[in-house]
């Protein structure tokens, strides 16, 4: 009854999800705000629904739900709804909400349609441990902190080729401005860093303990240690360098294609990873 209970939630969520997002969509097109109303409204409720799918969830495998790529898809698309709806309240800047929530749809799409392995089930009870959670949870927090700081860098580019070809119109006057724009974006990434180097120490230490014949060639090694250089190099030319513009909000973008190569690919080709695929 419980699993049934939690299929119809999902469901729910999914098609409450889609609706909400085509509402942004409109009123991105027309500047409807009782769209964005109906929207933000459909978006808390999906929200509610999801917490409420963690929370059976957790109670049916009695851990916190991190360790498969079903699990980390849907935990995932969870923090980014989470930090729309957090940075919407508290910042009031329009499109963020609609931006981050097609990224957050496209994921929960694939959790959606991903086939749900045994093995990674019986895998991750294997494998679980205090260390593991937080080292996971850490990872796709951080994930969640990269992909707010894209989205900014998005209407950064948004907005300034507005300005540049100069389309004055209601679309720009509800975008925020270039300078806070840059501000949110660096600041997301400045949170997003040391979770990702928090995160990578964590699960190096557990690895040691738990796996001491793990190859450190791994392609996922490999690749969260390229995505930390990509982001680190983006804080050394914001704060060091002085850089910003146009330049630094692409350099924010290409380091978040890095963020969806780790997360899609790489965890499946990871010989290390094996729970996580």
Do not use: C
Request: hydrophobic residues 60%; without cysteine; proline residues 2%.
């Amino acid at each position: 009854m419980t699993i049934g209970f939690m299929t119809r939630i999902h469901e729910l969520s999914v098609v409450l999800y889609a609706f909400s997002v085509l509402l942004y969509f409109f009123d991105f097109i027309h500047h409807n705000r009782k769209a964005n109303r109906i929207a933000f409204w459909l978006l808390a409720f999906v929200w509610v629904l999801q917490t409420v799918f963690l929370f059976f969830y957790m109670k049916e495998t009695g851990r916190f739900p991190v360790l498969t790529i079903f699990e980390g898809l849907y935990f995932y698309a969870w923090v980014l709804v989470t930090l729309s709806i957090a940075i919407n309240h508290l910042l009031r800047v329009d499109f963020i909400v609609f931006f981050t929530n097609i990224l957050g749809f496209t994921v929960m799409a694939i959790h959606t349609f991903a086939p749900m392995q045994v093995d990674s089930h019986v895998m991750a009870k294997q494998l679980v441990s205090e260390l593991l959670l937080i080292h996971v949870t850490m990872a796709i927090l951080s994930y969640g902190a990269f992909s707010l700081s894209f989205v900014f860098s998005l209407l950064y580019l948004l907005q300034y080729d507005l300005l540049k070809r100069k389309k004055w119109g209601k679309r720009l006057l509800r975008l925020a401005d270039l300078e806070k724009l840059e501000r949110l974006s660096y600041i997301s990434a400045v949170i997003g860093v040391p979770l990702l180097l928090l995160a990578l120490i964590l699960g190096l230490q557990w690895a040691f303990l738990k796996l001491p014949g793990m190859p450190w060639y791994d392609i996922k090694i490999i690749g969260s240690f390229i995505l930390l250089i990509a982001y680190s190099i983006y804080l050394y030319l914001h704060t060091a360098r002085n850089l910003s513009g146009k330049k630094l909000a692409l350099w924010n973008a290409g380091s978040f294609l890095i963020v969806l190569i780790n997360f899609f690919l790489f965890g499946q080709l990871s010989s290390f990873h094996i729970w996580y695929s």
